[in-house]
């Protein structure tokens, strides 16, 4: 079974740029979540989409992050402008429904450096 | 944005040694725990799930203590393989699916 793909993998931009990741869940998993991983932290989530509909993005910075899932299957997430403080691992996770019963399962990462 | 909290470490161990990790959280809502295990550079993955009763998979002893709002993970005969940072899991509480991680323990096995 194939795993949560993202890409890219790997971004440089300068600051006040801005940048977009995109992510496809597993085959079947109706609910998708964007984290945000500093350095020596654990992630943190941004934003819970069930199908094409958000469940929570209460710790999403709204005023330059966005988040869509338009068709319920892959997802884009998108900054805009980056800061440097938004340097991090951006980790796509689906699992099969919504409920933390159900395991999530992470996608690589994009590793996201601002200069 | 309840939270949970973990010793970051290292923890350097070696090899054949038993080793325990400790988490708290904060929110008494909390109804299910979770351990993570995230190697370097790679994204985290299920380790286990923690009962209220407790559980074990094979060398890995989870604990739950609701009273106390404090979760153990135990490693016993830890092999080189075991090196990785284990991160503690509790959902948000009150139905609500988000996942909330502790910073992660870092654990070094050594030879």
């Known amino acids: 079974e194939a795993g949560v793909a993202q890409s890219p993998r790997y971004k440089i931009i300068e600051k006040r740029q801005s940048v977009a990741f995109w992510c496809n869940p597993i085959?079947?998993?109706?609910?998708l979540y964007w984290y945000q991983q500093i350095l020596g932290q654990g992630p943190k989530l941004l934003i819970q989409?069930?199908?094409?509909?958000?469940?929570?993005d209460s710790q999403l910075p709204k005023d330059r992050f966005s988040a869509e899932r338009l068709k319920g299957v892959d997802s884009t997430l998108k900054i805009q402008p980056a800061k440097l403080e938004d340097s991090a691992v951006y980790l796509c996770?689906?699992?099969?429904?919504?409920?933390?019963?159900?395991?999530?399962?992470f996608g690589p990462g994009t590793r996201l450096t601002v200069l | 944005r309840k939270e949970v909290e973990q010793d970051p470490g290292p923890f350097n161990v070696p090899e054949g040694a038993t080793v325990a990790f400790n988490c708290t959280y904060s929110?008494?809502?909390?109804?299910?725990f979770f351990w993570y295990r995230q190697d370097c550079r790679k994204e985290p993955k299920l380790l286990m799930s923690?009962?209220?009763s407790g559980n074990e998979d094979g060398r890995f002893t989870a604990q739950l203590n609701r009273a106390s709002q404090y979760i153990s993970l135990l490693i016993r005969d830890s092999k080189l393989s075991d090196s990785a940072t284990y991160l503690c899991?509790?959902?948000?509480?009150?139905?609500?699916?988000?996942?909330?991680f502790g910073k992660g323990t870092h654990l070094i096995i050594q030879p």
């Open positions: 996770a689906s699992s099969y429904s919504g409920g933390a019963i159900y395991e999530q399962f």
């Open positions: 899991v509790v959902d948000s509480g009150g139905g609500a699916d988000g996942l909330t």
């Open positions: 929110n008494s809502a909390s109804q299910s």
């Open positions: 923690v009962y209220s």
């Open positions: 085959s079947g998993h109706a609910t």
């Open positions: 989409f069930q199908n094409n509909g958000v469940v929570d």
